[in-house]
Each structure stands twice: as structure tokens, then as C-alpha cells.
């Protein structure tokens, strides 16, 4: 337990602190000046985001929590809130799967009940705070790898890219685990703490399991390191405290959760974390499918995974725990399905790790074309946050293809890099395309983890599996009068004047309610070849990818759900042609009809 002398200390230390005497605390708040009028000016300054998903509900949590003592408000209730919110009518309470309303955690939505009174961007607000003070703590955390520039460079990047950006400015869990666990792990970069500032870092730990379930493993392993610090010094009167707390905490959110959600587990709904036997399908849907993968919109995260592993090769100790952080928040807190939301929910809570693991790979990248490398990423990765700040609200319809980056084709023509893209479905077309990006960025760390140090051909590489990638997405739109449309509401049949080798059929409403989970309506396919042969697939996405060994002649496809295909050309007909060097010169990479 802390004695009088250690109290004390802390006291006057913090007094100090505040006064401006601490070096470091003047640091820090200069840096968060900097990162607010950076970060947050622009957040600021952008279209508002729309109020969807799940903040409807931890909105009504706090806000009904603080005039009403419960969680959930009675329809009426409800309705008046919205309106005065949004100006528009609410038809029913924000119900998710199975029209339940208590779906999400409502113990931060608790304590910060009382800010709920200034309304939605009042919660908002202390969102983008919580995020703001989290990317302090992020740079001082980078700044342990030895380098200021590096150390801001990734910061800025984590703060400016999805997936944290879209996360900063609404009322979602997300910022607050980010905050927590860069608060938490920076401070355990500083073993020789006094009894306070470990009982401060405990409960920073402690409280990311209410925040959300999701960040309950990462809690563990990073408490059971603050343990070990401790056991190290020899203080096991503060580690059998420290061990109390924990338990005590646990008690408290066992109790709550069954007390509330009538389960241990609480809040856990359908965005369950994968089984082992699922890691690879699942995580690779959710780093690439065009709705909500990470790596679809900022692929400059390549680059800090191979940080983390050619760091802890060098005998870094923040790469070590960050690779084993970043494989644990991965495989325990990607769901299978986030719904409704901006890009790559899920991967919010690794965005510490990897920023660290960026950081440490632009410090080792000294020289011009690893350096030109990562900017080619960053680049690509800051267009994307371009979109978002522009049109913040277009990334919510990236359900069946990616309207983002076919705003760009539309524009600039040329390359469509939501084609490619796998949707979020269990057909074998998708699940086949998130298999093949996933191997090609391994392909791309493996490269990358020795490119800084081993010379140009291990950076080359990596240029290569980038212009394979812009490859797959060189198209040409079809001019219609090039192919001829026979549509019928349960049949739609393109028939082309010259054979295509592959392409894409695209039709309807890219943002159909329809294809969605748990029902995933199906398209029966049937592409018939230039010398008279047909393939026979099925296919759940508005973007039908096809390809014939021998060249399509013909695509036709055939529903029996209720999705009136004529309807949807009607609205949208595009006929994509490959241009990829690579699927016009490698013929058994296409299918065989």
C-alpha cells in the first residue's frame, strides 16, 4: 500500500506539473495543442457525420440514464430526443439484431451521462478530446523508438487515416479503447512507478473491459505485464494489491453484466470475435472486403506490421509487445460482422500497436526509395481521408461495391479499386478474393520487413506487388452500345458484340438493404464462352466478377429472391472490361468455361 512519503511525492510532483516546472508535462500538452489544432481543426471543419449505427443507442443510454435511471426510453421518449437531435421522426427505438434495444455496453454511456444534457455533440466533443489525449500519449509512446520525426510521422498518420478518423468525432467505443490503451501502454514504458502511479495504470487496464469486452484480452496480457514490472522490483505487498484490484473489477463487471444483460459475457452479440479455425477467412474479409476493411482504405498499415516484426528482430522490446498486442487485438477483437459503421471498426483497438510498428520501420527506412515507398502509402491512405472529410457520410454506402473509389473512376477513369474488392458474403467469389490479397500482403510484409536494411531488391519487390494490385484495378467502362441488355425481373442477360477475357457486371443500388446477414440473397450465373462452352456459379453482390479462359461471350443472371432485376439495370447497368496486363497474359489465372 502507498505510504505517507510516496503520497506526498506524487503530490508535489503533480503541483509541480502543473505549474509548468515538469519538462515532459509541457511536452505533452504541447503536443496535444498541436494535435488538436491539426487533428481535431479538421474534424472540426468537416461535414458532419450522419448519427447511424450504434451511436443511437449509447446516445439514448447516457441521455435516458441521467433523466430516466434506466437505460433504455419508452418509444415516445425517444422519438422527442431524435427530433430535436437530428430534425427528423424516429419510427421505432434503436434497436439492433433480434430488435433489441440494450445491444451495446452502457458503462461509459453511464459516467458520461451528465455531459449527454449538452447533447449529441457535447458526447461527441468529449469523444474527440478522449481521442486527442490518446494520440499524445501515442507519440510519446513513439518517441520511445528514438526518433521524434518517425515518432510523428506515425501519429500523425494514425490521427489522419482510417480507420481512427471517422472514430474521433462520434459517440462510439472505439476512440476511448484507443485512448485507454495508448495511456496504458506508454505508461508502462516507465517501470519505476510509486504505488499511485500503479494503481493509476491499473485502472486504466481495468477499465477498457466496461468500455467494451472486445479490449478484455489485450487488458490481460498488458496487466499481467504491469504484474510482472512489479514482481520484478520486488514489491509484492503492491503486487498483491494490484492482483485485489483486478479481482475486485472483475467481480464488479461479472455482477453488472449479469445483472443487466442476464449473461457474464454482456453486450456480446452477433460481431462475436472469430474461433481459431475461422482467423484466416475472417480476418482476411475484414482487412479487405470494400465495406469495412482496414488495409482497402489504408494500406500504409502494411507497413506497420512489418515495423513490428523487423523491430522485435532487432531486439526492440516495444516491437515484441506490440506484435504480441497487435496479433492478440486481431484475433480477439476483429468481429465477424461490425454492421453498420465507418471502415475498419474493429481494427481501431490495433491502431497503437501498428502506429509504433510504422514508426519503427520510417526510422530504419534511411535511404530514398523505401522512403518513397512508404509515401506512395501514406498517399494513398490520405486520399482516402480526403474522401471522408469531403463526403463523410458516402463511406456508409460501401455495401455492395465501393462508391468512394468509383467516384474516383467516374472522375479520373481508369483504375476502379473497389471491383476487386471482396464484399462482405459467404460466396466463394469473395471469400477466393479475400484469400489472394491476404497472401499477396504477406508477400508485401515479408518484403517490407527487409527492405530498409537488405538493399533496393527487397523494396523493389514491394513496388511490384503494388503495381500488381493497381493492375487488377485498371478497367474500362463498356460503352452500351457494345453490349445488348435482355432484362426480365428474375432474369438479366448481357450479350456482347466482341468477347471480353474478364470484367464486371455491375447493376442496382450499391446500398440494397437486401444483401445483408443473416439472409444473403443469391444470383445463379452462367457465362458462356466464346467457342460455345458455360460456367455455372453463384454469386451474392452487385458486382458480378466473370472471366473466360476462351473470352465471355454472354453473362446471364437469374434470381429467385425478391430483387427485381430489371428494376436494378434499370437504375444501374455497367459493364466493366478488365484491362489487367496480367489477366490478359496469363490465361489459366481465368476461369475455364
Same mark, same amino acid.
Given at each position: 500500500?502507498?505510504?505517507?512519503?510516496?503520497?506526498?511525492?506524487?503530490?508535489?510532483?503533480?503541483?509541480?506539473?502543473?505549474?509548468?516546472?515538469?519538462?515532459?508535462?509541457?511536452?505533452?500538452?504541447? /503536443?496535444?495543442? &498541436?494535435?488538436?489544432?491539426? &487533428?481535431?481543426?479538421?474534424?472540426?471543419?468537416?461535414?458532419?457525420?450522419?448519427?447511424?449505427?450504434?451511436?443511437?443507442?449509447?446516445?439514448?443510454?447516457?441521455?435516458?440514464?441521467?433523466?430516466?435511471?434506466?437505460?433504455?426510453?419508452?418509444?415516445?421518449?425517444?422519438?422527442?430526443?431524435?427530433?430535436?437531435?437530428? @430534425?427528423?421522426? +424516429?419510427?421505432?427505438?434503436?434497436?439492433?439484431?433480434?430488435?433489441?434495444?440494450?445491444?451495446? %455496453?452502457?458503462?461509459?454511456?453511464?459516467?458520461?451521462?451528465?455531459?449527454?444534457?449538452?447533447?449529441?455533440?457535447?458526447?461527441?466533443?468529449?469523444?474527440?478530446?478522449?481521442?486527442?489525449?490518446?494520440?499524445?500519449?501515442?507519440?510519446?509512446?513513439?518517441?520511445?523508438?528514438? #526518433?521524434?520525426?518517425?515518432?510523428?510521422?506515425?501519429?500523425?498518420?494514425? @490521427?489522419?487515416?482510417?480507420?481512427?478518423?471517422?472514430?474521433?468525432?462520434?459517440?462510439?467505443?472505439?476512440?476511448?479503447?484507443?485512448?485507454?490503451?495508448?495511456?496504458?501502454?506508454?505508461?508502462?514504458?516507465?517501470?519505476?512507478?510509486?504505488?499511485?502511479?500503479?494503481?493509476?495504470?491499473?485502472?486504466?487496464?481495468?477499465?477498457?473491459?466496461?468500455?467494451?469486452?472486445?479490449?478484455?484480452?489485450?487488458?490481460?496480457?498488458?496487466?499481467?505485464?504491469?504484474?510482472?514490472?512489479?514482481?520484478?522490483?520486488?514489491?509484492?505487498?503492491?503486487?498483491?494489491?494490484?492482483?485485489?484490484?483486478?479481482?475486485?473489477?472483475?467481480?464488479?463487471?461479472?455482477?453488472?453484466?449479469?445483472?443487466?444483460?442476464?449473461?457474464?459475457?454482456?453486450?456480446?452479440?452477433?460481431? $462475436?470475435?472469430?474461433?481459431?479455425?475461422?482467423?484466416? @477467412?475472417?480476418?482476411?474479409?475484414?482487412?479487405?472486403?470494400?465495406?469495412?476493411?482496414?488495409?482497402?482504405?489504408?494500406?500504409?498499415?502494411?507497413?506497420?506490421?512489418?515495423?513490428?516484426?523487423?523491430? +522485435?528482430?532487432?531486439?526492440?522490446?516495444?516491437?515484441?509487445?506490440?506484435?504480441?498486442?497487435?496479433?492478440?487485438?486481431?484475433?480477439?477483437?476483429?468481429?465477424?460482422?461490425?454492421?453498420?459503421?465507418?471502415? !475498419?471498426?474493429?481494427?481501431?483497438?490495433?491502431?497503437?500497436?501498428?502506429?509504433?510498428?510504422?514508426?519503427?520501420?520510417?526510422?530504419? +527506412?534511411?535511404?530514398?526509395?523505401?522512403?518513397?515507398?512508404?509515401?506512395?502509402?501514406?498517399?494513398?491512405?490520405?486520399?482516402?481521408?480526403?474522401?471522408?472529410?469531403?463526403?463523410?457520410?458516402?463511406?456508409?454506402?460501401?455495401?455492395?461495391?465501393?462508391?468512394?473509389?468509383?467516384?474516383?473512376?467516374?472522375?479520373?477513369?481508369?483504375?476502379?479499386?473497389?471491383?476487386?474488392?471482396?464484399?462482405?458474403?459467404?460466396?466463394?467469389?469473395?471469400?477466393?478474393?479475400?484469400?489472394?490479397?491476404?497472401?499477396?500482403?504477406?508477400?508485401?510484409?515479408?518484403?517490407?520487413?527487409?527492405?530498409?536494411? $537488405? %538493399?533496393?531488391?527487397?523494396?523493389?519487390?514491394?513496388?511490384?506487388?503494388?503495381?500488381?494490385?493497381?493492375?487488377?484495378?485498371?478497367?474500362?467502362?463498356?460503352?452500351?452500345?457494345?453490349?445488348?441488355?435482355?432484362?426480365?425481373?428474375?432474369?438479366?442477360?448481357?450479350?456482347?458484340?466482341?468477347?471480353?477475357?474478364?470484367?464486371?457486371?455491375?447493376?442496382?443500388?450499391?446500398?440494397?438493404?437486401?444483401?445483408?446477414?443473416?439472409?444473403?440473397?443469391?444470383? /445463379?450465373?452462367?457465362?458462356?464462352?466464346?467457342?460455345?462452352?458455360?460456367?455455372?456459379?453463384? !454469386?451474392?453482390?452487385?458486382?458480378?466478377?466473370? #472471366?473466360?479462359?476462351?473470352?465471355?461471350?454472354?453473362?446471364?443472371?437469374?434470381?429467385?429472391?425478391?430483387?427485381?432485376?430489371?428494376?436494378?439495370?434499370?437504375?444501374?447497368?455497367?459493364?466493366?472490361?478488365?484491362?489487367?496486363?496480367?489477366?490478359?497474359?496469363?490465361?489459366?489465372?481465368?476461369?475455364?468455361?
Amino acid at each position: 500500500m502507498a505510504n505517507p512519503t510516496e503520497i506526498v511525492t506524487t503530490l508535489q510532483s503533480t503541483r509541480g506539473a502543473v505549474a509548468g516546472g515538469d519538462p515532459a508535462t509541457r511536452r505533452f500538452f504541447r /503536443d496535444f495543442l &498541436i494535435l488538436a489544432l491539426a &487533428i481535431g481543426g479538421t474534424l472540426l471543419l468537416s461535414k458532419r457525420q450522419a448519427l447511424t449505427g450504434d451511436e443511437p443507442r449509447y446516445f439514448m443510454f447516457a441521455r435516458s440514464f441521467i433523466e430516466h435511471g434506466r437505460f433504455v426510453m419508452t418509444l415516445p421518449q425517444w422519438q422527442h430526443l431524435y427530433r430535436a437531435t437530428t @430534425g427528423l421522426e +424516429a419510427a421505432s427505438l434503436p434497436v439492433g439484431y433480434h430488435d433489441v434495444a440494450l445491444l451495446n %455496453g452502457v458503462y461509459l454511456p453511464a459516467v458520461l451521462a451528465p455531459v449527454s444534457l449538452a447533447g449529441l455533440a457535447a458526447l461527441r466533443l468529449a469523444t474527440l478530446l478522449a481521442g486527442l489525449l490518446g494520440l499524445a500519449c501515442l507519440l510519446g509512446l513513439a518517441r520511445r523508438t528514438g #526518433s521524434g520525426g518517425a515518432a510523428w510521422v506515425a501519429t500523425l498518420v494514425a @490521427g489522419l487515416s482510417i480507420p481512427l478518423l471517422p472514430y474521433l468525432h462520434i459517440f462510439y467505443m472505439e476512440t476511448f479503447l484507443f485512448a485507454l490503451l495508448c495511456a496504458a501502454w506508454w505508461r508502462l514504458q516507465t517501470p519505476t512507478r510509486n504505488t499511485l502511479g500503479d494503481v493509476v495504470t491499473g485502472c486504466l487496464l481495468l477499465a477498457l473491459p466496461f468500455v467494451h469486452l472486445r479490449a478484455a484480452v489485450v487488458a490481460v496480457v498488458l496487466y499481467g505485464l504491469l504484474l510482472w514490472q512489479v514482481c520484478m522490483r520486488g514489491q509484492w505487498l503492491r503486487a498483491a494489491a494490484l492482483v485485489a484490484l483486478a479481482a475486485a473489477a472483475l467481480a464488479v463487471l461479472v455482477t453488472a453484466n449479469l445483472s443487466i444483460y442476464g449473461t457474464v459475457t454482456g453486450p456480446v452479440n452477433t460481431a $462475436r470475435p472469430p474461433l481459431p479455425s475461422e482467423w484466416f @477467412g475472417v480476418l482476411s474479409m475484414q482487412l479487405f472486403n470494400v465495406r469495412h476493411g482496414l488495409l482497402a482504405f489504408a494500406p500504409v498499415w502494411l507497413l506497420g506490421y512489418a515495423g513490428l516484426v523487423a523491430g +522485435a528482430l532487432r531486439g526492440s522490446r516495444l516491437a515484441r509487445q506490440g506484435l504480441v498486442l497487435a496479433a492478440i487485438a486481431a484475433v480477439t477483437g476483429v468481429g465477424v460482422n461490425p454492421g453498420e459503421c465507418w471502415p !475498419a471498426r474493429f481494427w481501431v483497438l490495433s491502431i497503437p500497436m501498428l502506429a509504433v510498428g510504422l514508426c519503427l520501420w520510417w526510422q530504419m +527506412a534511411r535511404t530514398r526509395l523505401p522512403r518513397i515507398l512508404a509515401l506512395s502509402l501514406i498517399a494513398f491512405t490520405l486520399l482516402n481521408s480526403y474522401a471522408f472529410l469531403k463526403h463523410p457520410n458516402d463511406l456508409l454506402e460501401n455495401r455492395q461495391s465501393g462508391t468512394t473509389y468509383q467516384a474516383w473512376f467516374d472522375k479520373v477513369g481508369h483504375l476502379d479499386f473497389g471491383l476487386p474488392l471482396p464484399v462482405e458474403t459467404d460466396d466463394p467469389i469473395d471469400r477466393t478474393a479475400a484469400t489472394t490479397l491476404a497472401i499477396g500482403s504477406l508477400l508485401f510484409v515479408a518484403f517490407a520487413i527487409a527492405a530498409p536494411v $537488405r %538493399g533496393p531488391a527487397w523494396t523493389t519487390g514491394c513496388f511490384l506487388l503494388l503495381l500488381a494490385a493497381l493492375d487488377a484495378a485498371h478497367v474500362r467502362l463498356v460503352p452500351p452500345a457494345q453490349y445488348r441488355v435482355e432484362a426480365r425481373p428474375d432474369r438479366l442477360t448481357l450479350v456482347m458484340q466482341q468477347p471480353m477475357a474478364a470484367g464486371y457486371v455491375q447493376l442496382g443500388r450499391p446500398w440494397l438493404p437486401l444483401f445483408g446477414p443473416p439472409q444473403w440473397p443469391r444470383f /445463379d450465373v452462367e457465362a458462356d464462352g466464346a467457342l460455345g462452352q458455360s460456367r455455372h456459379f453463384e !454469386a451474392a453482390r452487385n458486382v458480378v466478377p466473370v #472471366s473466360c479462359k476462351d473470352g465471355i461471350r454472354s453473362v446471364t443472371i437469374a434470381t429467385r429472391s425478391a430483387i427485381d432485376l430489371a428494376d436494378a439495370a434499370h437504375y444501374r447497368m455497367r459493364l466493366y472490361r478488365s484491362q489487367s496486363m496480367i489477366w490478359r497474359t496469363v490465361g489459366w489465372l481465368r476461369d475455364r468455361c
